[in-house]
Nanobody, 116 residues
Framework: QVQLVESGGGLVQAGGSLRLSCAAS????????VGWYRHAPGKQRELVAA???????NYADSVKGRFTISRDNAKNTVYLQMNSLKPEDTAVYYC??????????WGQGTQVTVSS
């Protein structure tokens, strides 16, 4: 069974940066689209960034220009570089692939807290 482990979250002041990492237990990222999602208290989980198996990226309007998703297939890792962070970016961040999203399977996520 594939496991995805997110890391890199923390507490940062508004305007700061964090880089999240998502490590997979197997070589799945080279053949799968990968998304970074976030779930804030009282809100629905939302997709904030995605990268296709071919390297094409797309972003939610709320993070466009501030977040960058990238992948290193050799390391089975996907990253989310987050710059100019805002308090409204506070959430638990998850990475996932479409098959696992459809099956309702999620990792433990990593908490990002942005103070004002």
């Amino acid at each position: 069974q594939v496991q995805l482990v997110e890391s890199g979250g923390g507490l940062v002041q508004a305007g700061g940066s964090l880089r999240l990492s998502c490590a997979a237990s197997g070589s799945i990222f080279s053949i799968n689209d990968v998304g970074w999602y976030r779930h804030a208290p009282g809100k629905q989980r939302e997709l904030v960034a995605a990268i296709s198996s071919g390297g094409r990226t797309n972003y939610a309007d709320s993070v466009k220009g501030r977040f960058t998703i990238s992948r290193d297939n050799a390391k089975n890792t996907v990253y989310l570089q987050m710059n100019s962070l805002k308090p409204e970016d506070t959430a638990v961040y998850y990475c996932n692939i479409p098959l696992m999203v459809a099956g309702g399977s999620w990792g433990q996520g990593t908490q990002v807290t942005v103070s004002s």
